[in-house]
């Protein structure tokens, strides 16, 4: 209750500061849009040359981009600007604060701005998303939906651990704003089918190492009926692993930790 | 002039001087190439072919990996710059110097230009040996001087278009937040993610006639000899056209941005 009620103020704050910064607001929201807008095209173009690209048909393909972009904006909105402010904090001394507080650090990490228009654009995916499942010839169950939402908040907690666990490297190098780039090359992959990489050996190691292919792969598969239970299996595992290696981290990283400030 | 140059001068030996950042920065953006080249391997495996619209594997390859060598002609640092500079007061500063703060940024940004060519450059023939049998190498000494006329011309126009839009803080509180929506759609029309050769039809042709298509798209297709020079030549006229356009812009919005301008916190 005491966690839900710190959330509750945390939405009200950052609904607050959204409602002084409007235009911001707006222009993140339309750059957001148009992000997801022309990747989707890309799709589209690339499809006008090609029947399929390895046995992802084109509507498919798009679903699993949607999946990758819902993913993303998912994290943007809820989780980025936290870590951003964390890496901040340990360089700037900030981080002293997180730990007087009597609530759980890695809850700190991870929770109090919400950049709303990140969420707000999960609309274009997800409209784009029911218009191509409307045109696929598969039937998609409501077992199929409960699956592909089971693995999406798996994936969302793969992108977040994983991410907190590269920013944990701040606690020893102060300054690892430069690691932001691995993150954009991970929903990169994350977007692209899992069968681009030849080799088993290969893929499970952009499940266990680079954690890439349960981001979109494992839900968009889910969903469209093309899942199996050992890739469930290693997306569930690999959200695990990520989870505890983080928490381990970042516990190991605040006892290595001297103020910045003092 | 001297002064601009020497400015070249003191930014380039700067950008040597933070060493981890250039190789992490370059580890990082040819693994999204590398990414988006296994992926194009994976569409033409898929499909049994050699070639898709008009490219063979080692075309496209090529494409990525000389468009990527192109692309770090694009001087879009300068419209940050200027747009900050206006926010935060310190272009007050800055006009009352005996300089273009055009023709500073632009040569600042230039030389960190040259330097990211120097490094991508280096970095592709450091690991040419293991990919070169993919690659395509068709210039001619026609197009090996055009392409260089391109290059300078795609300096030109970038730093224009990002200036142009940099100065819009001058209206705008949040200008960086115009000026990304932009670099998405710019990275978009320039052909950064597919040749532009993939889009419907009848839009190739009036998005090649865009300032946009000089960047990476035209000059990679003249480095892989698919555009003739007359092509090549009647399309530079046509960007040397925009960079009046844009020149003539500019100085519109300068002038008229100049008035609006209350240098805050000055």
Redesign the interface.
Known sequence: MYYLNILKEQIKLSFMSVAI?R??FI??L??SI??SV??I??VE??Y????????WSQNEMIILYCTSIIVNQIYRGLINPNHMRFIGSISSGGFDRMLVKPVNVIFQINTSSIDYSSLLSLIAPLVVMCLKINALDISITGFNVLLFLIFLANAVIILTSFMMLLYSLAFKYIKVH?LT??Y??LM??SE??K??FSYKEVMYAFVFLIPSVPLANVPASLLLNKGNIPGMIAAAVSGMLFFLLSAVAIKKGIRKYSSASS | MRKYLYSFKLYLLTSFQYRFDTVLGLIMSNISMFITIIFWTLIYRSNGTGVINGYTIADMITFFVVSSLFRTFILSSGGFEISSMIKNGDLSKVIIKPYSINMFLYWKYLSNALFEFLKQFSFLLLIAPFFVQYLTWDLSVHSAILLIIYLVTATVISHLIWLLLGMMAFWLEQAQAVMWSFAVILNFLSGMFIPLDFFPRWSVKVLELMPFAAFSYIPAKLYMNQLSIVEGAYLLIVYILWIFVLMTLNLIVWRAGAKKYSAIGG
């Open positions: 910064f235009a911001n222009l993140m339309l750059q148009t992000n022309l990747g095209l890309c173009f690339i006008i040359h090609v029947d399929s690209i390895a046995g430069g780039g691995i954009f090359i990169s992959m692209k089918p069968e681009i």
